[in-house]
Every structure is written in C-alpha cells, then in structure tokens.
C-alpha cells in the first residue's frame, strides 16, 4: 500500500531537499571561488634598481633601553620624577619608561617631545623658537614644542629622538633627555 503525503508535507520535503541541493552547490562555488587564481605566464618578479630604494639606520631595543635608563638616571642624581620616551626614525615608540612618582601628564607629552624633535631633527626648545615664524607648526598632529625632547643622529641623519617630560622645566627635561643621547655615544 502506497502512503500519499499530505501536500504541505511534500512542500516541506521538497524545500528541504532544495536547500541541501542549493547549499551544496553553493559550497562548491564558494570552494572555487576563494581558490587562489594562477598567475598569468607574463607576471615576473621585478627587482628595484639599487637608485630606486633608501637604507635607514635605527635604534635597537637595547640601545634605546640604554638611553632611557640614563635619561632616568640623570633625572634621579637632582631628584626629579619624569617620564621619558624614545621613539624611531619613523615617529613610532620604541618604549617609554615612567619614573616613580611622575605625573600621569607626563608620559604623552614624552611621547610628543620625542616624535617631534625626531621629525625635525633639531630639539624642541630650538623649534620652540621657530613658532614665531611660523606658529601653525603646532597644529600639526603629534607634536609638542615645549623644551625636552632631543633627536638621535648618525651621519647627521635623525634616527630617533628622546622626549622628556615631568621635571618642572623644559630646560631640565631638555639635560635629561640630552644624557641619555649623550649614553649612545
């Protein structure tokens, strides 16, 4: 005896078996469509010519270690709780070490210091001077022209700056971060 199935029952079977024909049809394309192409047969490898690229010099972790720890240590000798902050050629932080007791202001603007004497390669007290020439300088996202913040050169090429904040000055932060550049040496 044959058993007839009422018509939603054959609706819902019929539904259900199109789903599980579209799904796998549908992971059969999706399969073949993340599959990665084959290079086209002209694609080469192309080298730069050697006038086409630039070599930069950086900082090592230990020898921006070796800065800060200095720039701390100067920092200590007259008592003065401070933040320092080394960055790379680039602007990018390499590390920043806070002092005991140093404000919580201070470690941004360590950072600033640092990123803005490396991006002029010249100190912050020196492009503090340069703002009445041209005071929109300090507009520029990033940077602080307050004193302590000194760039790392070799060849006299910027390839770091260390940036001092928290001492009540930015003459002394300035000898501070001057110690540590003056460790690399």
């Known amino acids: 005896m044959k058993k007839t199935l009422s018509r939603r029952a054959r609706l819902t079977t019929g539904g259900a078996v199109l789903a599980a024909v579209a799904a796998g049809t549908f992971g059969t394309v999706s399969a073949n469509a993340s599959a990665p192409q084959a290079a086209p047969a002209a694609a080469q490898a192309v080298s730069a010519d050697s006038g086409d690229t630039t070599t930069t010099r950086h900082l090592t972790i230990d020898a921006a270690t070796k800065a800060a720890e200095a720039t701390l240590k100067a920092a200590e000798k007259e008592g003065r709780r401070i933040t320092v902050a080394v960055v790379d050629r680039n602007g990018n932080t390499i590390l920043t070490m806070r002092g005991d007791g140093a404000g919580p202001q201070s470690y941004e603007s360590a950072i600033r210091k640092a990123y803005t004497a ?68």
């Open 118 to 185: 490396v991006s002029w390669n010249a100190t912050t007290t020196e492009l503090e001077g340069r703002l009445e020439n041209a005071p929109n300088l300090k507009d520029i996202p990033g940077t602080l022209f307050l004193g302590g913040g000194v760039p790392v050169t070799a060849d006299k090429a910027p390839i770091a700056g260390i940036g001092v904040a928290g001492a009540p000055s930015g003459a002394l932060d300035e000898k501070f971060a001057q110690a540590g550049a003056e460790a690399l040496n």
